[in-house]
């Protein structure tokens, strides 16, 4: 557990299939010390940093710039987008934004993904304005685009509603599997993310009940998660486990950095590995 006003950690021995992990929900005020808070946050031993993706926020910096920023100037934490604002971001040059990020980084990145909200300011930057099923359509498109851009094969080739591929050519190469993480809540939403996606990150408010529910019922969804054959879900599943060897043998960890006392954090949760919800196989 963590105790932050001793500043130490206490370890309990937990099985590595359930260990949890913490991160610290930072703002991305442009008055605000940034990249010093995210190097605190470093130093005290966190595991991530999650960053709320909101382009049309005028107190805001950019998200992905700050990613960027924030991954060259700490040495271990983990950083994702929570969540990355998929109608105003085209999923293509997304994900090649997060290879490029995970690659410089020694594979430090993941993709947290959201279906979107806030149409008026979406609408105001010139994003579409779409209905729950047409953001839940245009989710599942973009995830399937993004594993085919991280996926460094050449002509490649999608036509959906939303989104489209015509002999795009991917690269670079993630440095390490980049795991989707959705964060989504409505009963179709969670069967995506049961089948189509890494893990979960909902926001937590208080009710430990609702997520608990949404938890068992990802782990009911988790046969979804189990490919056909040849299918491009059982190729990214292939090309997962290829990257996890090559991680094994080439990246090592860096010192940690130095930085100051965070001002303010903010809970988050997430959930792995899926198939182990809901009472496990």
């Not at 996926?151 to 036509?159: D, I, K, T, V």
């Not at 989104?163 to 599997?177: E, K, M, N, W």
């Not at 949760?269 to 809901?278: A, D, E, K, N």
Request: aromatic share 8%.
């Amino acid at each position: 557990m963590w105790s932050l006003t001793e500043r130490r950690v206490v370890t309990t021995p937990i099985p590595a299939q359930r260990q949890l992990r913490f991160g610290y929900f930072l703002l991305p005020l442009a008055a605000d010390p940034l990249i010093a808070t995210a190097q605190r946050v470093e130093r005290l031993g966190l595991d991530y940093v999650g960053i709320q993706d909101h382009p049309y926020q005028r107190r805001f910096v950019d998200t992905w710039s700050l990613m960027a920023m924030i991954a060259a100037s700490t040495a271990t934490l983990r950083i994702f987008p929570d969540v990355a604002n998929l109608p105003l971001r085209p999923p293509a040059v997304m994900a090649k934004a997060a290879a490029t990020i995970d690659l410089l980084s020694g594979g430090r990145f993941e993709l947290g993904l959201g279906a979107g909200g806030f149409w008026d300011a979406i609408a105001a930057y010139g994003g579409p304005r779409r209905s729950p099923r047409e953001s839940l359509g245009a989710l599942g498109e973009a995830i399937t685009v993004i594993r085919k851009v991280w996926s460094g094969e050449r002509n490649l080739r999608f036509e959906g509603a939303h989104y489209r591929l015509a002999g795009a050519q991917a690269g670079p190469v993630p440095a390490h599997p980049i795991g989707i993480w959705l964060g989504v809540y409505g009963p179709k939403a969670l069967e995506l993310t049961a089948r189509a996606a890494d893990g979960w990150v909902p926001s937590f408010r208080g009710d430990i009940g609702q997520i608990a529910e949404r938890t068992r019922r990802l782990g009911r969804c988790r046969r979804c998660r189990r490919p056909a054959a040849g299918s491009s879900a059982a190729g990214a599943q292939r090309l997962r486990r290829r990257h996890r060897r090559i991680i094994r043998r080439h990246v090592q960890r860096a010192p940690h950095p130095v930085g100051r006392e965070p001002r303010r954090s903010r809970p988050f949760l997430r959930v792995r590995h899926l198939h182990l919800l809901g009472g496990g196989r």
